[in-house]
């Protein structure tokens, strides 16, 4: 297969309206989420207001990616699932925050930023998989 054919199949497949619809709702996550950081490093360490912040973003975006982009019932399961997702990826970001600031010297202000841009692609691919992939089943036989 050439090149250009498997990645416009790739864009195709995973670039879709679902895509689309993750990028409205995480960007409205993200904005109320940032503006959550920005008030809380007024009192605290960067590091606490990402915790802060970034925990009162999960409920929201995990209800909303459930109904809204995988179109999946809202069950404990499902909000599990995206939960578990959103806390591997705030470990990532956590690391990454504390690179960037700590070790590259990146305004605490901006490195969250950079780090939502980095992550949203493993965010939507995890939460696509663990929304819509299917159980494999044991064969009996």
Do not use: H, W
Not at 16 to 43: A, E, Q, S
Not at 47 to 72: D, H, W
Not at 94 to 106: D, K, N, R
């Amino acid at each position: 297969m050439r090149p250009d054919k498997l990645l416009y199949i790739l864009l195709t497949k995973f670039l879709n309206k679902d895509f689309y619809k993750f990028l409205l709702i995480g960007g409205f996550n993200t904005i109320l989420t940032y503006i959550i950081y920005l008030f809380f490093i007024i009192f605290t360490s960067y590091q606490i207001a990402y915790v802060i912040s970034y925990c009162s973003g999960i409920f929201l975006v995990s209800i909303l990616n459930v109904k809204f982009v995988f179109n999946k019932p809202i069950s404990l399961k499902n909000s599990l699932k995206t939960v578990f997702v959103y806390i591997i990826q705030f470990v990532i970001g956590f690391i990454l925050l504390t690179i960037f600031v700590g070790y590259l010297g990146i305004d605490e202000k901006v490195a969250p930023l950079i780090i939502i841009i980095f992550l949203i692609p493993f965010t939507f691919f995890s939460n696509k998989f663990v929304l819509t992939s299917k159980t494999l089943k044991k064969d009996n036989s």
